[in-house]
């Protein structure tokens, strides 16, 4: 049937609706198909059962035919009849009975889908929103809404063109609001919802025409005008009281609210816009002692504050502030005492035993202070420190508050914000008297409180509100660190500025993570530590002296890791911990950043701070080391041993090398480094101790390794990078620094390979590393025997003084003959003929060498030396050591190996 649904909707489509609509056709067609498919498949099924089931003594009722059945869900469960095992016959007889009399399998046996969890948590606004508009009448709410502005837009125009009298059309406006009022009113029980939006309709024009006829013609005095819309504003409120209509005071007030915005010229006096706004607000207020309406304070505080904010930032000057300033002080405690009253409403409805979703009204509670916060900074700007004065009055208000509310049944969460309040504005004043531009710390604050009380209460918008504030708190910080030259000291304004955001994110991802491990804390943990660290290092870079910026450092990045490691107990954020973990990390980028700036490891204090710093980055690892992230932890070891290896071999170097001013010095330091490295993973004493014995894997083998190869790499290149000046001493084969620095590092290796764990797990590539041992071992050799004729010979040490030389070129003829003598004597003693090959093939080069280079020199006795040396020689590989056998070669390389 699918099929054949794809075939029809294609056709049809192409014929209706043309070109790609066959696509559209066709999509549906088969899903319909699909339906008709499945509704058989269920009808099949369900006569199925019903054709097994046992036939019933009693009369049963027959189920409804599958067509009139409005939902197969219910009947289409396969478990309702299991099979039973074989009954005796005295008991099957009695067995329908008692299956009809059981109770049929409830529906809500299905399982839930998967967001119901998320659904309970609570529709966010926007979803509130939008379920009023389409509840009830959607067309009369919208329509009611355009009918305001359009009324709004009516006046202007009639004001600039119509000529009738202007008392007449105000009069006809009005007549038409108490006609929509009036028949609202008589509609109330029979069409509530379309009553109550015809209402609030009428009473926002109403509120419109009083403020047109006093703001644009001039037709009412001011204290007439002031009193309708009291008048008008008590009426709205006692019509939303009396009727139980939230949105019929919702949409008279904001029509009440915008009346002045859309009657607009552009030329009013903000006093009177500000008191006619405190009649509205007033009308709030009382409305807000009888019930808990939470949408018509948000509107009331939206319109009051965000208009106040748009006039304050177009309009506002310094003249205005004492006309200005008690309007801002009085809205901002009248919200303040709407939220109080609003958690009065909700602790009285939860002694009725009714359900309370939101105690606390997070929006005005955290809202207001931080706009309310804002917009009095901008009006004492122009004074000093009023910023300061300001956030204490702050503080002292919301004190007050919580001294009179924490121990009042029901009221703790809301006494608890306001502590939080008190303290995060008692907090502020002291770097706001110190400098004036600091609301990013307010902000950062409020949003941690926001995100307190957002997880508290399950509110969407005040989380996301309170990660919005941090975030761009922070950016406002890092942007004031760019000016951080203006100030006199490294203790300044801007670093305790970075410090309390920082802290405060902080604050906020312990929050979150109490809440719920899901939540984004370890952004939060980053954007503090972010935070920290750049107030930190710029307050460094512009006031510590280059000589101590190293050592600066190092402290900086200590404490934060303390600090954060400190405070992840009393907060219980395990993830604070993390920076402990990133402390050796950073220790290795400021190893490296030492090294770009050329400054020894133990000056201008280095000597103290660095092994300091290391001490504690271990035992931040090692303090409560399981609550750490396994793979966190195992990184932070390898670093430490890898940085460690590092900064011994940089100090060691650089103490060697002022020993004499000869190049073989630093080698001996360095290579005696690696040897100190690589001989403490192979000591019994340290396996047995911590780290290595809970970390056994990591410092036997992943740790070792690279230092391993970066061993074996210096070895080979150590011998040719130096010429070995032991100066002042004088420099003897065997027994200068570099030789003694090479064989200590060689032994140092090839105890580490024979030790157990790296001798298993290398046990494949055993005969590679004894190839690599033996070409470090002929390198070196090379190696020794070029800087015996610099320091003997007087030669440079260089490939262009030295190659072209003929007592060279025959002494090399002569060494690698001795060393391929020396190959090809043992392989023939153990019977390993690779190895007797390879000697073999070390002679041919030997060979292939005298006539290319030494033949070169004709009538010179190192052309002599080297043909009858390396002739006798081979003469003596002839009798001492020759071929072995290949069978019993192999078998002797297989015993070896």
């Given at each position: 049937?699918?099929?054949?649904?794809?075939?029809?909707?294609?056709?049809?489509?192409?014929?209706?609706?043309?070109?790609?609509?066959?696509?559209?056709?066709?999509?549906?067609?088969?899903?319909?198909?699909?339906?008709?498919?499945?509704?058989?498949?269920?009808?099949?099924?369900?006569?199925?059962?019903?054709?097994?089931?046992?036939?019933?003594?009693?009369?049963?009722?027959?189920?409804?035919?599958?067509?009139?059945?409005?939902?197969?869900?219910?009947?289409?469960?396969?478990?309702?009849?299991?099979?039973?095992?074989?009954?005796?016959?005295?008991?099957?007889?009695?067995?329908?009975?008692?299956?009809?009399?059981?109770?049929?399998?409830?529906?809500?046996?299905?399982?839930?889908?998967?967001?119901?969890?998320?659904?309970?948590?609570?529709?966010?606004?926007?979803?509130?929103?939008?379920?009023?508009?389409?509840?009830?009448?959607?067309?009369?709410?919208?329509?009611?809404?355009?009918?305001?502005?359009?009324?709004?837009?009516?006046?202007?125009?009639?004001?600039?063109?119509?000529?009738?009298?202007?008392?007449?059309?105000?009069?006809?406006?009005?007549?038409?609001?108490?006609?929509?009022?009036?028949?609202?009113?008589?509609?109330?029980?029979?069409?509530?919802?379309?009553?109550?939006?015809?209402?609030?309709?009428?009473?926002?024009?109403?509120?419109?025409?009083?403020?047109?006829?006093?703001?644009?013609?001039?037709?009412?005095?001011?204290?007439?005008?002031?009193?309708?819309?009291?008048?008008?504003?008590?009426?709205?409120?006692?019509?939303?009281?009396?009727?139980?209509?939230?949105?019929?005071?919702?949409?008279?007030?904001?029509?009440?609210?915008?009346?002045?915005?859309?009657?607009?010229?552009?030329?009013?006096?903000?006093?009177?816009?500000?008191?006619?706004?405190?009649?509205?607000?007033?009308?709030?207020?009382?409305?807000?002692?009888?019930?808990?309406?939470?949408?018509?304070?948000?509107?009331?505080?939206?319109?009051?504050?965000?208009?106040?904010?748009?006039?304050?930032?177009?309009?506002?000057?310094?003249?205005?502030?004492?006309?200005?300033?008690?309007?801002?002080?009085?809205?901002?405690?009248?919200?303040?005492?709407?939220?109080?009253?609003?958690?009065?409403?909700?602790?009285?409805?939860?002694?009725?035993?009714?359900?309370?979703?939101?105690?606390?009204?997070?929006?005005?509670?955290?809202?207001?202070?931080?706009?309310?916060?804002?917009?009095?900074?901008?009006?004492?700007?122009?004074?000093?420190?009023?910023?300061?004065?300001?956030?204490?009055?702050?503080?002292?208000?919301?004190?007050?508050?919580?001294?009179?509310?924490?121990?009042?049944?029901?009221?703790?969460?809301?006494?608890?914000?306001?502590?939080?309040?008190?303290?995060?504005?008692?907090?502020?004043t002291i770097p706001l008297a110190l400098?004036?531009?600091?609301?990013?710390?307010?902000?950062?604050?409020?949003?941690?409180?926001?995100?307190?009380?957002?997880?508290?209460?399950?509110?969407?918008?005040?989380?996301?509100?309170?990660?919005?504030?941090?975030?761009?708190?922070?950016?406002?910080?890092?942007?004031?660190?760019?000016?951080?030259?203006?100030?006199?000291?490294?203790?300044?304004?801007?670093?305790?500025?970075a410090s309390l955001v920082g802290i405060?994110?902080?604050?906020?991802?312990?929050?979150?993570?109490?809440?719920?491990?899901?939540?984004?804390?370890?952004?939060?943990?980053?954007?503090?530590?972010?935070?920290?660290?750049?107030?930190?290092?710029?307050?460094?870079?512009?006031?510590?002296?280059?000589?101590?910026?190293?050592?600066?450092?190092?402290?900086?990045?200590?404490?934060?890791?303390?600090?954060?490691?400190?405070?992840?107990?009393?907060?219980?954020?395990?993830?604070?911990?993390?920076?402990?973990?990133?402390?050796?990390?950073?220790?290795?980028?400021?190893?490296?950043?030492?090294?770009?700036?050329?400054?020894?490891?133990?000056q201008q204090g280095g000597w103290l701070?660095?092994?300091?710093?290391?001490?504690?980055?271990?035992?931040?690892?090692?303090?409560?080391?399981?609550?750490?992230?396994?793979?966190?932890?195992?990184?932070?070891?390898?670093?430490?041993?890898?940085?460690?290896?590092?900064?011994?071999?940089?100090?060691?170097?650089?103490?060697?090398?002022?020993?004499?001013?000869?190049?073989?010095?630093?080698?001996?330091?360095?290579?005696?480094?690696?040897?100190?490295?690589?001989?403490?993973?192979?000591?019994?004493?340290?396996?047995?101790?911590?780290?290595?014995?809970?970390?056994?894997?990591?410092?036997?083998?992943?740790?070792?390794?690279?230092?391993?190869?970066?061993?074996?790499?210096?070895?080979?290149?150590?011998?040719?990078?130096?010429?070995?000046?032991?100066?002042?001493?004088?420099?003897?084969?065997?027994?200068?620094?570099?030789?003694?620095?090479?064989?200590?590092?060689?032994?140092?290796?090839?105890?580490?390979?024979?030790?157990?764990?790296?001798?298993?797990?290398?046990?494949?590539?055993?005969?590679?590393?004894?190839?690599?041992?033996?070409?470090?071992?002929?390198?070196?050799?090379?190696?020794?025997?070029?800087?015996?004729?610099?320091?003997?010979?007087?030669?440079?040490?260089?490939?262009?003084?030295?190659?072209?030389?003929?007592?060279?070129?025959?002494?090399?003829?002569?060494?690698?003959?001795?060393?391929?003598?020396?190959?090809?004597?043992?392989?023939?003693?153990?019977?390993?003929?690779?190895?007797?090959?390879?000697?073999?093939?070390?002679?041919?080069?030997?060979?292939?060498?005298?006539?290319?280079?030494?033949?070169?020199?004709?009538?010179?006795?190192?052309?002599?030396?080297?043909?009858?040396?390396?002739?006798?020689?081979?003469?003596?590989?002839?009798?001492?050591?020759?071929?072995?056998?290949?069978?019993?070669?192999?078998?002797?390389?297989?015993?070896?190996?």
């Amino acid at each position: 049937m699918a099929w054949l649904g794809l075939f029809v909707g294609l056709v049809i489509g192409a014929v209706i609706w043309h070109d790609s609509g066959w696509l559209l056709g066709g999509l549906l067609g088969w899903l319909l198909g699909r339906e008709r498919d499945h509704s058989a498949q269920i009808r099949a099924l369900q006569a199925r059962l019903q054709a097994e089931a046992p036939p019933s003594p009693s009369a049963v009722p027959a189920p409804p035919p599958p067509e009139t059945v409005a939902s197969p869900v219910p009947e289409t469960r396969i478990d309702a009849a299991p099979a039973l095992p074989p009954q005796p016959a005295a008991t099957a007889a009695v067995q329908p009975a008692v299956q009809v009399a059981a109770p049929a399998p409830a529906p809500a046996a299905f399982p839930e889908p998967a967001y119901a969890a998320a659904v309970e948590t609570g529709p966010t606004v926007v979803d509130r929103v939008l379920a009023w508009m389409m509840a009830g009448n959607p067309a009369v709410k919208i329509g009611v809404l355009l009918l305001i502005i359009g009324v709004a837009f009516l006046l202007k125009y009639a004001a600039q063109y119509v000529r009738f009298p202007v008392e007449s059309r105000y009069l006809a406006v009005m007549a038409g609001s108490a006609a929509a009022i009036t028949f609202g009113w008589r509609q109330r029980e029979r069409k509530p919802v379309f009553a109550h939006a015809l209402q609030g309709g009428g009473l926002g024009i109403a509120f419109l025409t009083v403020f047109a006829a006093l703001h644009l013609h001039q037709l009412l005095p001011a204290g007439a005008a002031f009193a309708l819309l009291a008048g008008l504003a008590t009426f709205s409120a006692a019509l939303a009281v009396t009727q139980s209509a939230q949105s019929l005071a919702i949409i008279g007030l904001a029509g009440g609210f915008l009346a002045p915005i859309l009657a607009s010229t552009g030329q009013g006096s903000h006093i009177m816009l500000f008191s006619y706004y405190a009649v509205l607000n007033l009308g709030i207020a009382w409305v807000a002692r009888l019930r808990a309406w939470r949408g018509l304070n948000l509107l009331g505080f939206l319109f009051t504050f965000v208009i106040g904010a748009g006039w304050g930032t177009l309009r506002y000057t310094h003249e205005h502030f004492a006309t200005t300033e008690p309007f801002l002080v009085g809205f901002w405690l009248l919200y303040v005492a709407l939220a109080v009253a609003f958690t009065r409403h909700r602790q009285a409805e939860a002694k009725l035993g009714q359900l309370v979703r939101d105690p606390v009204d997070a929006t005005l509670v955290f809202g207001v202070p931080l706009v309310g916060f804002g917009l009095q900074v901008m009006l004492v700007s122009d004074f000093a420190h009023g910023n300061a004065w300001s956030a204490a009055a702050m503080a002292l208000v919301y004190g007050a508050l919580w001294l009179s509310l924490r121990r009042r049944p029901g009221m703790g969460l809301l006494a608890e914000s306001f502590c939080i309040l008190a303290t995060g504005f008692a907090t502020l004043t002291i770097p706001l008297a110190l400098d004036g531009r600091w609301t990013a710390a307010s902000w950062a604050l409020e949003g941690a409180g926001l995100l307190w009380l957002g997880h508290r209460q399950q509110r969407l918008l005040s989380q996301l509100t309170g990660y919005l504030l941090i975030f761009a708190a922070g950016l406002i910080v890092l942007a004031q660190l760019s000016q951080i030259e203006r100030e006199i000291h490294w203790w300044n304004g801007r670093l305790l500025a970075a410090s309390l955001v920082g802290i405060a994110a902080w604050l906020a991802g312990a929050v979150c993570y109490r809440a719920s491990p899901r939540t984004p804390h370890l952004v939060l943990l980053l954007w503090g530590l972010l935070l920290l660290l750049a107030g930190g290092g710029v307050s460094l870079a512009q006031f510590m002296p280059d000589q101590h910026l190293i050592v600066a450092w190092l402290a900086l990045l200590s404490g934060l890791a303390l600090l954060a490691t400190l405070l992840s107990g009393p907060l219980a954020w395990p993830a604070l911990r993390w920076p402990g973990l990133g402390l050796l990390p950073a220790l290795a980028v400021v190893l490296l950043l030492a090294a770009d700036r050329q400054a020894t490891p133990l000056q201008q204090g280095g000597w103290l701070a660095w092994p300091l710093a290391y001490g504690l980055a271990m035992g931040l690892l090692y303090y409560r080391e399981s609550t750490l992230p396994r793979l966190g932890r195992q990184l932070a070891h390898l670093m430490g041993g890898w940085l460690l290896t590092a900064w011994l071999v940089w100090v060691l170097a650089d103490g060697s090398s002022r020993i004499g001013s000869g190049s073989g010095w630093i080698w001996l330091g360095g290579l005696a480094a690696l040897c100190l490295a690589l001989l403490c993973q192979t000591l019994a004493p340290l396996q047995a101790r911590w780290p290595s014995r809970r970390y056994r894997r990591d410092y036997l083998w992943h740790l070792p390794l690279p230092i391993a190869a970066l061993t074996a790499g210096a070895l080979l290149i150590a011998p040719w990078a130096s010429s070995g000046s032991a100066s002042p001493l004088a420099w003897w084969p065997l027994l200068n620094p570099l030789d003694l620095g090479w064989w200590m590092a060689a032994l140092a290796l090839l105890r580490w390979l024979r030790s157990p764990y790296p001798a298993a797990k290398l046990a494949e590539l055993r005969p590679a590393i004894q190839a690599g041992l033996a070409l470090l071992l002929f390198a070196w050799l090379n190696s020794l025997l070029a800087r015996g004729f610099h320091h003997l010979g007087g030669l440079n040490f260089s490939q262009a003084s030295l190659w072209p030389d003929q007592g060279y070129q025959a002494a090399l003829s002569l060494l690698w003959t001795s060393v391929a003598l020396a190959a090809m004597w043992s392989a023939t003693r153990v019977r390993w003929r690779a190895l007797w090959v390879t000697g073999a093939c070390l002679v041919g080069v030997t060979v292939l060498k005298l006539f290319v280079v030494d033949l070169a020199g004709a009538g010179s006795l190192a052309r002599v030396v080297s043909f009858l040396g390396v002739g006798l020689l081979l003469v003596a590989v002839g009798w001492f050591a020759p071929v072995p056998p290949a069978q019993a070669g192999a078998e002797a390389h297989r015993e070896t190996s």
